[in-house]
């Protein structure tokens, strides 16, 4: 049974969704605030959480970077108000795997969290079938760590620039549509902008390239989407 940690401030919102999770199976753990919701998650065994952005004493977005910073990699999905368009992009771009916005349908929700699970499950299943290690040109990267090293230093990766990465790596010399990708890595094809999605890119660019304005590896494919170029791949398994 998956155990999912709630963290929203209005009651009675948050009072339907226990019940209605529950009534899909997953256990269910509801705070009210940031703070709370820090202790929860020290407390262990969450699976995922659903995170308010606004929230009383600490807000969503600052609970989502003290998780990461600490390398926590448990899925986050947001739940924001509409016309927090800056919010969203800052949470995604921080490290939270999914958004949906208030008012939601019920059923759209219940979609998202086990698309989140699904996609995980991937993840995890590719990792042991390939041991979740791949160099190329002397650079390195761990799908189980989430860390990635490369001519800009050691970075930590987010599981969504872990996947966008594993899924380009995995179709070297093809063009990707954004469509295509975020189909396999969101599971939804609606974005905020093409600017989000490009950051994912850029921060591999950051990571990898030698020159991040001439990419060799990682290129864009204007109008269309992006390509990982296969030929200079050489992974310590798998692929």
């Not at 993840?123 to 760590?145: C, K, M, P, V, W």
Request: net charge negative; with cysteine.
């Amino acid at each position: 049974m998956k155990t999912i940690l709630l963290v929203e401030d209005d009651a009675n919102l948050a009072d339907g969704l226990v019940m209605n999770l529950e009534a899909e199976g997953y256990q269910v753990m509801h705070v009210d605030d940031g703070h709370r919701a820090l202790d929860a998650w020290n407390d262990g065994n969450i699976d995922l959480i659903l995170l308010d952005i606004m929230l009383p004493g600490m807000d969503g977005l600052s609970v989502c970077k003290q998780l990461r910073a600490q390398g926590e990699t448990v899925p986050i999905l947001f739940l924001t108000a509409r016309g927090q368009a800056d919010e969203r992009i800052e949470g995604l771009i921080a490290g939270g795997d999914d958004y949906i916005t208030k008012p939601f349908v019920l059923r759209e929700l219940l979609t998202r969290v086990a698309g989140i699970f699904r996609r995980q499950a991937w993840l995890a299943e590719s990792e042991r079938q390939t041991g979740g290690e791949y160099q190329f040109d002397g650079r390195h990267i761990n799908f189980r760590t989430f860390e990635a090293e490369g001519p800009g230093g050691k970075f930590a990766l987010t599981r969504r620039e872990c996947m966008v990465a594993k899924y380009l790596i995995e179709r070297p010399g093809q063009v990707v549509g954004r469509d295509q990708l975020l189909d396999a890595v969101w599971g939804y094809r609606a974005f905020p902008t093409n600017r989000t999605i490009d950051n994912f890119v850029l921060k591999l660019r950051k990571i990898f390239e030698d020159d991040q304005r001439n990419p060799i590896y990682f290129e864009t494919i204007r109008g269309v989407g992006y390509r990982f170029w296969g030929p200079r791949v050489n992974p310590v398994s798998g692929v």
